[in-house]
């Protein structure tokens, strides 16, 4: 499967900034899908997680009430959605999709097998 992510770029602290991921090759319609993100200089972390039905979330504390995960499970076709808003300079980072091995998605990185390239989400004060 290959994960496709985009909608990084450039915002003022207190923006919004929607990413995308598409999925294609095998169906991901009973996975878990999450975003985690990497920032200069550290290790890559836990941002949001959902289900495989959409029915569940889980979010980090530090974006918990600002960040919101979607999915859209159409047809063959899976699109994971991050939709991130009151944006701060310390969300400043390379934003990963991924796919869970499980139905359920949750911040364990182990449990990810697929991985997007990243776009990149810079945030000026």
């Known amino acids: 499967v290959q994960l496709q992510a985009s909608g990084g770029g450039p915002v003022q602290a207190g923006g919004s900034l929607r990413l995308s991921c598409a999925a294609s090759?095998?169906?991901?319609?009973?996975?878990?899908m999450g975003w985690f993100r990497q920032a200069p200089g550290k290790e890559r972390e836990f941002v949001a997680s959902?289900?495989?039905?959409?029915?569940?979330?889980?979010?980090a504390d530090s974006v918990k009430g600002r960040f919101t995960i979607s999915r859209d499970n159409a047809k063959n076709t899976i699109s994971l959605y991050l939709q991130m808003n009151s944006l701060e300079p310390e969300d400043t980072a390379v934003y990963y999709c991924?796919?869970?091995?499980?139905?359920?998605?949750?911040?364990?990185?182990?449990?990810?097998?697929?991985w997007g390239q990243g776009t990149l989400v810079t945030v000026s004060s």
């Open positions: 991924a796919a869970s091995r499980r139905a359920y998605g949750g911040s364990d990185q182990s449990d990810y097998n697929s």
């Open positions: 959902i289900n495989w039905r959409g029915g569940s979330t889980y979010y």
């Open positions: 090759g095998r169906t991901l319609s009973n996975n878990g």
